[in-house]
């Protein structure tokens, strides 16, 4: 069994026993970012961004030969030939362990059932920062460090933040009704006579005259991960004008400041996002990178994305209904600077918190836009 193979497995044993809903704590918020970065020791490195205030990874080849349905294979897990029986079972007729030993293959590395379940100190990539004693290390609501005992347990497990993947928590769906969703992200942007982006920077695709929002989780997520894992969507040929990051067959800045919007769309509106949540998801995955960990995983490598709040969101409008008086709400178009974020900047020089940051001012705005929507009989 591969490593990946081992985390998404101990993954799935550690989120099926939560809600399935993000954890709203106040360990982050939109505006909160700057002080977890300080408390987790998070230095951010890279100088702003240019256009957009967005700077990736750099122009780097993807894995390469990778279809959607790989893509989406790897996602939710499936493997004829992967199982978590142990060797033993089944082989005397009895049913029970021939060596009378506990299953001591539950992670690849001391902690990993805290890590999955908690939120940690991590470096600007998401890098679990391990104790002296090779343990991760959970910190408590206002980041600092929770004692932990001689076997890496928290001394005090009421201190810990849980972290949860709500509808994220994809891998659970079997691989059918993913590949069918990816099928359509790829057919759509086949058939496309134009595309642009929402205020979320979701995409929309004109087809037969029609525009349509991909707004389903499932199809975001496909983009993302193929994004992150390929630097672009594989089956796409059509020649896509400005959005052709999406086939360019390598991953660049381009790519990893899109995919902000595509996870966005795929988590659930109305919960904060953070750090851990990325870090989590990313590995559950299978998107790693080029920066080792201790731990024996490999991370994406945010050093150089950077975001400025302002200057994506400033110019940005969308027509919703507004509450003009008691009992009265009429369309108007607003600017999303101003009426989500109340005009106030968020800019931040580096690091996966800036990544996830730019997430969660994604689905702030995807949230708005659902809450104050126009209903579909009154849109002309």
């Known amino acids: 069994m591969s490593t990946n193979t081992t985390y998404k497995k101990v993954l799935f044993a550690g989120v099926a026993s939560m809600a399935l809903i993000f954890a709203g704590a106040s360990f982050v918020d939109n505006d909160a970012f700057a ?54 079972a089944g082989k005397d007729g009895t049913g029970e362990n021939p060596n009378k030993k506990p299953n001591q293959a ?42 932990l005992d001689e076997e890496g347990h928290p001394v005090d497990e009421s201190l810990t933040v849980e972290v949860e993947l709500g509808r994220l928590n994809v891998g659970r769906a079997p691989s ?59 089956g796409v040929t059509a020649d896509l004008g400005s959005f052709s ?23 659930d509106k109305a919960s904060t996002m953070n750090i851990d949540q990325v870090v989590y998801l990313n590995q559950f995955l299978d998107i790693g990178g080029t920066v080792d960990g201790s731990d024996g995983e490999t991370y994406f490598d945010f050093s150089t994305f950077s975001y400025d709040r302002a200057s994506i969101y400033t110019d940005r409008t969308v027509t919703v209904l507004v509450q003009t008086s008691d009992g009265v709400w009429e369309e108007q178009t607003v600017n999303v600077y101003d009426a989500v974020f109340g005009s106030t900047n968020v800019s931040d020089d580096g690091g996966i918190d800036s990544f996830a940051q730019a997430a969660d001012d994604a689905r702030s705005v995807i949230n708005f836009v659902h809450e104050y929507a126009i209903p579909a009989d009154e849109v002309n």
């Open 35 to 88: 002080q977890q970065k300080k408390q987790q020791g998070q230095g951010g490195q890279g100088g702003k961004g240019g256009q957009g205030s967005h700077q990736g990874a750099g122009q780097v080849k993807g894995k390469g030969g990778k279809s959607m349905e790989d893509i989406m294979r790897d996602v939710s897990g499936e493997d004829e030939e992967d199982s978590d029986r142990p060797e033993w």
């Open 245 to 267: 990051y999406l086939n360019d067959g390598v991953l660049t800045a381009e790519d990893v400041a899109a995919a902000v919007s595509f996870l966005a769309a795929g988590a």
């Open 176 to 234: 059918s009704v993913l590949i069918k969703r990816a099928d359509e992200v790829v057919g759509l942007l086949n058939t496309a006579e134009s595309i642009t982006i929402d205020a979320a920077g979701r995409l929309v695709i004109t087809v037969d005259g029609e525009a349509k929002t991909i707004d389903s989780p499932l199809e975001n997520l496909a983009i993302y991960v193929a994004l992150m894992t390929e630097g672009t969507v594989p």
């Open 106 to 147: 539950s992670g690849t590395k001391k902690g990993d059932l805290y890590g999955d379940a908690y939120v940690i100190l991590r470096d600007e990539n998401g890098v679990p920062i391990l104790s002296d004693a090779g343990f991760v290390q959970p910190v408590d609501a206002d980041g600092n460090l929770i004692p």
